[in-house]
């Protein structure tokens, strides 16, 4: 694909949902509902970094 092609096809799909969740836009509700979903991710993102940090140390106490 094109690089620059790539380029403005990114920077679309950064900028139209950012765009969009702004308050008294369109879609204004679904950037809260979006945020809250995040906010749950990160933490499963953290469960799961300490899992894996939780097996990599173990790991290593074998060798």
Known sequence: MNK?????LGLIFI???IVL???GMYLA??????L???K???V???IMLGLLF??????????
Do not use: H, K, T
């Open 4 to 8: 620059w092609l790539e380029i403005l």
């Open 15 to 17: 900028i139209v949902p």
């Open 21 to 23: 969740v702004f308050p």
């Open 29 to 34: 509700s679904w950037g809260v509902a979006a």
């Open 36 to 38: 809250a979903f995040l």
């Open 40 to 42: 749950g991710g990160i």
């Open 44 to 46: 499963w993102f953290v």
């Open 54 to 63: 939780l097996l990599l140390g173990i790991s290593d106490l074998r060798d």
